[in-house]
Every structure is written in C-alpha cells, then in structure tokens.
C-alpha cells in the first residue's frame, strides 16, 4: 500500500514569510509525529498526534512552530516569521496506535520529508 | 542534553566486513531501542529493534547487541555490501505512557567499498 506521502517536497522561503508543511500518513495509522533532521544533528522530534487525544507538543522549539490534525488524517505543521535556523528536512511518520503491538512494535513509517530553505 | 549519543560519526568498511556502530544512552527509562537506515533523499526506515529484556537480537546480517548495566548498544553489519551504504540512526524511547517519541542518535554515515 502506500506510504507516507508528504508536500511539497522542496520548500524555498524568505525570511520572514509563514510555511506550511503537509503529511499524508498511512490509512489506518491514528499516531502521527513529526521530526526535524538538521544537517549533523540527526532527528529531533517536534510533535505527535494520537488520535483525538491533545497533541504532545513538548519538542515545538518556540511559538513559531504549531501543527494541526484534521479529521485524525491528514497533519499541517506551519512555522511563522520563518528564521534561517529553520532549514531542515521535516520529516513526518505515522505508527498504529503505540503499544498495541502486532508486527513490529511501534514501527513509525517516515515519509521522504519536505527540504526547507530559509533564505 | 544529549540523550544517546552514536559512534563513530563515519564508518568505511570492505565489502564483506563487519562494520560496528555504537550507542550510549542516559535515560534508564528509555525501554525501546531502535535502529533506522536512511537512504539519500529518503525518510529513515526501521531496520532491527530490540527490548530490554534480551541481549541480543539478530536479523538476516543484522544484530543488535544491548547491554542494559553500560546504558550502550550496538548494530553489527555482517558480510557488509555496497548496498549497505547508507545513513544508521540508533534510538531510544520510553514505552508504556506518553507519546513514544524517538529520540535518535546524531547518526553514522557507512560506506562500504567493493
């Protein structure tokens, strides 16, 4: 089946500007988290949501950054005034519920990711 | 703070070696501990994982070594191939409540020559 799909996948902005970033995860996944990968830095989470539950939101780096889940699908991370330390590649992943175990446990399945180029 | 920290930062190996990426890690809550493989351009995928509760866990050319008491553990590549080639992340999270966040290594580019 399809994987995790994420749009678009290079994103070049100017200082200053708002970006909005989308994920498409895999039908039948309620978790979704989303990571930033910064060059030498490996991955660093930002935010995950479960279902209807309240997002973790513990990894966002400032009020700049939020996300949303519509219909427990399809998830936006926006980053605001957009600072050039927020290059990165964003990368998205969707798991089934964590600890329901089945398959591999807590199997999260990330997409290509989304290149951001703040110029 | 770092939470897992990963060696070395670069691995070059002949075709057919073992090569030997390392993990330590801080947080004796963590419980999970995962290895991605990471293609240029692509996200990371799953490789091998293993719990607490064992020493060792094997794949196919792939194991995991884990020592609970030295907080470290370890992928091995066995037979390594060109194909191998690619960006290894070790991780770690904490399972049982919240999130089950991934908290990752800062990564070990290997490059296998024939």
């Known amino acids: 089946g399809a994987g995790v799909s994420q749009s678009p996948s290079n994103k070049v902005t100017e200082k200053g500007k708002d970006v909005e970033l989308r994920c498409d995860p895999i039908s039948g996944h309620t978790a979704l988290y989303w990571y930033r990968q910064s060059l030498g830095q490996g991955l660093e989470f930002l935010i995950y949501f479960q279902g209807n539950s309240a997002p973790d939101k513990s990894g966002l780096p400032s009020d700049r950054f939020s996300a949303e889940r519509t219909g427990g699908s399809v998830s936006t991370l926006t980053i605001q005034r957009t600072q050039q330390e927020d290059s990165a590649v964003y990368l998205c992943?969707?798991?089934?519920?964590?600890?329901?175990?089945?398959?591999?446990?807590?199997?999260?399945?990330f997409g290509p990711g989304t290149r951001l180029t703040v110029l | 703070q770092q939470q897992v920290k990963q060696s070395p930062q670069s691995l070059i190996v002949q075709k057919g070696g073992i090569s030997i990426i390392n993990c330590a890690y801080e947080n004796t809550a963590f419980d999970y501990f995962p290895w991605y493989q990471q293609f240029p351009g692509k996200g990371p995928a799953l490789l091998i994982a293993?719990?607490?509760?064992?020493s060792e866990k094997k794949e196919g050319r792939f194991t995991i070594s884990f020592n609970k008491s030295a907080k470290q553990f370890s992928l091995h590549i066995m037979d390594s191939q060109p194909g191998d080639s690619a960006t290894y992340f070790c991780a770690a999270s904490r399972t049982g409540a919240g999130s089950y966040q991934l908290t990752f290594g800062k990564g070990t580019k290997l490059s296998v020559i024939p």
């Open positions: 293993i719990r607490p509760d064992v």
């Open positions: 992943a969707s798991s089934y519920r964590p600890g329901t175990g089945g398959g591999r446990f807590n199997e999260q399945f």
